[in-house]
């Protein structure tokens, strides 16, 4: 395995779309694989800056995506899109949808189009996105997009860890995602009212204003701008676009982007700890040695603090 | 404090309540001092048979408790209650409904009335109570009644780690508790329709035989009884106590008792392991090694796995 993930990294490196391809396979797969391929790419990234897009099922995030997807190649730039789905059970380019966004763009190389799902737990999967989106990063995409459904804490958290994230809804959205409104709104940077040709779109748009008017912004914070957008017809797509262009300005003037980032390193870095620990957890709380320091303490040869130590020092031991 | 908690733990052993409400209160703040009072009379323990009662708020499980020890006493047993209110900001005598309680059996040397509440988070009182009640089985404690407000999951999960548990409804509790009611009936040995002289308890009787009709119970497993009673006036308490005693006497006959409590230290061996751990995540993740590790991180140095090992080989190794 080392000398084939050196040998993708490389290739990866060296713009491989396949080569891509197989190494995200194996950051969602997770496990020591993982490790190495981020180990062996991580200081080759830095470069690319990621926009997550996120919001309620069927808000056209997909078609909005393509449009900015297609806008990006206008301009000669690469891109990568990350498409993920946690209540998927699907992954690596087997969803429908996805197959018919990949001939889309089969013709062009300066495309990556890819579909996470859930292998396993979605932490794993939280965890995984952001090691795909430096193989991207490494493999030289300028731009990385993250789209995700907006439904749970997971996928809110997953499109919030971009630089810059769009929240798209659309008329009349509050009352299908009220639960979740909130948590959407806390991470937008850019607010898109898609299908904006439809009834209340108006009303939807000033309900947007009227909450941010209501939040505490203070003097020089980032006001997210509300943007009329028909993703269908591409009408406002240029429009977003500039309002992302115009939030990353921001973050760049305002040292924002490097707070952002810090930020994002060191959630990460948590995340990652706090999985690791759970996996000594699980191995600390399983087996033999386990069955025998449970017996151990129903004997009352042992209290069980002190059998919980034991447990531990073996695990940290081995 | 070793030589402190050696005098206390002795001094509980010889049934002095003052020493044992002060070790509750050292297991109730946790730390080294809760597992060294554990380490110091777990050996001691095994010889109480602790029963659960819970149900919603208002259910008069307060009432019922203190009509089952006056009934406890009349048989010349001691008896051990903890209240247990993951809710309230309280502790150690501290609430009113408990003082007023305390007076009533003031006199009584056999019974210890005690209250434990929230200090710091939930997990803590969920650990904290099993070490609580051993603390009342090393004092000679031949019953422990562990009362609690079946409201959310902690507190199911408290009252459900007993020998028997009792789940207290009224007439009518459905509505008031729908979210809950699954896992107050899972956790059920017996069923207690207090308030049995208003309107509505035959109905709310029929409903719980229906919903045990409908579970899939195998031949020779235990069907909770539905008991009525009213515990203001003391009709049907008596009933209630026999229930308790037909299921103690089931378990005994059937291996079913070790089985329930060989699962439960199981889970409290887990449940120890897992706040180890967690406190060593929390460790990992503070102070200035963390932060030089984000920044390694950040500055493309170390990658974030290898920065996440590092910091757990610190903690593990300190």
Redesign the interface.
Known sequence: MPVRSDDLVARALDHDRRAVAKLISMVERGGDDA?EV??RL??R??GAYTVGITGAPGAGKSTLTDKLVAGIRADGAEVGVLAVDPSSPFTGGAILGDRIRMQEHATDDGVFIRSMATRGHLGGLALATPQAVRILDAAGMPWVIVETVGVGQVEVEIAGAADTTVVVVTPGWGDAVQANKAGLLEIADVLVVNKADRDGADETARDLEVMLDLSDLGAGDWRPPVVRAVAATGEGVGDVWDAVLTHRAHLEDTGGLERR??ER??A???A???H???E??AG??SGSA?DA??AA??A?EI???????K??EDV?GG
Chains 1, 2 share one sequence.
Do not use: W
């Open positions: 490790h981020v180990a991580y200081r990234t830095g980032r810090t390193t060191r990460e870095l948590r990652i700890v706090a690791r620990i759970q000594q957890a600390a709380c386990f320091a449970a303490v129903l009352r209290d069980p603090y002190e059998a919980a130590d447990l531990l940290h």
